[in-house]
């Protein structure tokens, strides 16, 4: 009579346990996509505004070819790599962009008329505020992966997201984090 | 809880939490809201009716104004004090920095991007204000958008979308328009009494008897009222939303310095008042001119939440 008791207040309790952490997880996964489609949707507006920005350069600087073209193949590159929804494919296509991007602006450095045209001036603030955000979106859609892979590898929470299914989400890094670690010093 | 000026910075109460802690804040809220309405209508009963049938008959309609005032202050408080406060909104297309910021702030939060709001006034100040990130605004002053740079704007925008990311700006929109109304009930229940309480003395013929119920309304208000300021004060929500929005900019440097521009501005913002000085980010009124107005200073003192900053630079 006793055990059957003890019995039945384990089982409930377990049951508890399973369903909370269960949802728990599921509750951090959802958070983990959601802060996804942040950065996805900054990432096409940098897309959108690249060919303007080719095109308004261009009509100041048309013999620059090789530049435009680095540019238009690394946006395709990474317009394809967004396709593919993986954050390590498209962090690497993003990081190429970047590159062909700043190679662009050196370009048009030394234009002066083309610093004085409106429309350059618009797409590029615009270019540095979709940039700015696509930083923030990161800094939350990693924020939430660490919440939801510590979970994941935490006990007793572990165990349970092996048999329910539950795997580790990737970060998404940029460049410029590569950039703020350690400087080699060199002595040769 | 405290945490020591010279600590390092962690985010030990994450957003997730600090949501729970406030939607239980709601609650006790308005149930101490109720209370105190339905307290007040009891004795006014009591005092007009002359006896206590008449203050148990005014009960249903205390918790229906209760209930009233709590819905109207959820959906319409935001506009109420953004109105009181003469603040415009920004239309689309103006005020391209602040618009940046706050919507690269959003993002890093995870919040989507709430109303601006600016208020032509010198005095540097801010504050947020709604009923949930849905539902939620930001109003600057012009003196901020002039005074401040860049990084320091977003500090202060940071500390303001925190509240919003954790949910204090519906306990602090229900704060300011529930005290403001029961410092009213009292008000008018104070003055009711001379009048009722004489009209009580014919019938009755004694004067004891008001003295006790002034003790009993005493005795059962400040208690509650003391819980609704305590409430409304809660230093740490300020400290908190220093904490996350110097997280959320990765520099807090940034809002340490618009702090020290602000208590450094000698202008006083003159569309605030005692309601509404507790959703600034700094205290707009300034002046204290009694010892006694310490104890209902909505903020921490300016000078420690600077020294907590520069702690976790």
């Given at each position: 009579m006793d055990i059957t008791?003890?019995?039945?207040?384990?089982?409930?309790?377990?049951?508890?346990?399973?369903?909370?952490?269960?949802?728990?997880?599921?509750?951090?996964?959802?958070?983990?996509?959601?802060?996804?489609?942040?950065?996805?949707?900054?990432?096409?507006?940098?897309?959108?505004?690249?060919?303007?920005l080719v095109e308004t350069v261009k009509g100041y600087a048309a013999h620059e070819r090789g530049t435009f073209e680095a540019v238009t193949n690394a946006r395709a590159q990474a317009v394809a790599a967004g396709a593919s929804g993986s954050p390590q494919q498209m962090a690497q296509a993003e990081n190429v962009l970047t590159g062909a991007l700043r190679s662009l602006f050196a370009v048009a450095e030394n234009y002066p008329?083309?610093?004085?045209?409106?429309?350059?001036?618009?797409?590029?603030?615009?270019?540095?505020?979709?940039?700015?955000?696509i930083a923030f979106a990161r800094r939350f859609y990693n924020g939430n992966v660490r919440d939801y892979n510590t979970a994941l590898q935490t006990f007793p929470t572990n165990i349970l997201a092996?048999?329910?299914?539950?795997?580790?989400?990737?970060?998404?890094e940029l460049a410029d984090q590569a950039e703020r670690e350690v400087p080699q010093v060199k002595f040769s | 809880m405290t945490q020591s000026p010279g600590q390092r910075f962690v985010p030990r109460v994450s957003m997730y939490d600090a949501q729970a802690q406030n939607r239980w804040r709601t609650v006790l809220l308005i149930a101490a809201f109720t209370l105190i309405v339905v307290a007040i209508a009891f004795v006014f009963g009591d005092?007009?009716?002359?006896?206590?049938?008449?203050?148990?008959?005014?009960?249903?309609?205390?918790?229906?104004?209760?209930?009233?005032?709590?819905?109207?202050?959820?959906?319409?408080?935001?506009?109420?004090?953004?109105?009181?406060?003469?603040?415009?909104?920004?239309?689309?297309?103006?005020?391209?920095?602040?618009?940046d910021v706050v919507e690269s702030l959003a993002i890093g939060l995870g919040i989507p991007v709430p109303k601006l709001y600016v208020i032509e006034d010198?005095?540097?100040?801010?504050?947020?204000?709604?009923?949930?990130?849905?539902?939620?605004?930001?109003?600057?002053?012009?003196?901020?958008?002039?005074?401040?740079?860049?990084?320091?704007?977003?500090?202060?925008?940071?500390?303001?979308?925190?509240?919003?990311?954790?949910?204090?700006?519906?306990?602090?929109?229900?704060?300011?328009?529930l005290v403001g109304t029961v410092a009213l009930l009292s008000d008018w229940l104070l003055r009711s009494m001379w009048w009722g309480g004489r009209s009580r003395d014919r019938d009755?013929?004694?004067?004891?008897?008001?003295?006790?119920?002034?003790?009993?309304?005493?005795?059962?208000?400040?208690?509650?009222?003391?819980?609704?300021?305590?409430?409304?004060?809660s230093r740490q929500r300020e400290y908190l939303a220093d904490a996350s929005g110097a997280f959320l900019t990765r520099y807090p440097q940034g809002l340490a310095?618009?702090?020290?521009?602000?208590?450094?501005?000698?202008?006083?913002?003159?569309?605030?008042?005692?309601?509404?000085?507790?959703?600034?980010?700094?205290?707009?009124?300034?002046?204290?001119?009694?010892?006694?107005?310490?104890?209902?200073?909505t903020h921490p003192p300016?000078?420690?939440?600077?020294?907590?900053l520069e702690a976790m630079g």
């Open positions: 008791i003890v019995l039945i207040v384990i089982v409930v309790i377990l049951a508890l346990f399973l369903i909370t952490t269960y949802n728990r997880l599921i509750t951090l996964r959802q958070r983990v996509k959601e802060a996804w489609s942040d950065i996805d949707i900054q990432l096409k507006r940098r897309h959108d505004l690249i060919p303007n008329q083309l610093q004085a045209v409106q429309e350059f001036k618009d797409l590029s603030e615009n270019l540095t505020a979709t940039e700015d955000k092996g048999v329910f299914g539950f795997t580790a989400e990737q970060y998404f | 005092i007009l009716g002359g006896n206590a049938t008449a203050g148990i008959a005014a009960v249903p309609l205390a918790i229906l104004f209760s209930a009233g005032t709590s819905l109207f202050s959820y959906f319409a408080g935001d506009r109420l004090v953004l109105a009181q406060s003469r603040a415009r909104e920004v239309p689309e297309g103006e005020e391209k920095v602040l618009r010198p005095a540097p100040n801010a504050f947020a204000t709604g009923r949930d990130p849905k539902h939620a605004s930001v109003a600057v002053t012009r003196g901020l958008l002039e005074t401040m740079d860049r990084s320091e704007l977003e500090g202060v925008i940071a500390h303001e979308l925190s509240h919003v990311g954790n949910r204090d700006i519906r306990v602090m929109l229900l704060v300011t328009v009755r013929g004694s004067g004891g008897g008001i003295l006790l119920i002034v003790g009993l309304v005493l005795a059962i208000l400040t208690p509650v009222i003391a819980t609704l300021i305590q409430l409304a004060v310095s618009a702090l020290r521009k602000i208590a450094a501005d000698p202008h006083v913002l003159a569309v605030a008042n005692k309601a509404t000085a507790s959703l600034y980010i700094a205290n707009p009124l300034k002046d204290h001119p009694f010892q006694f107005d310490r104890l209902f200073d300016i000078e420690e939440r600077i020294k907590r």
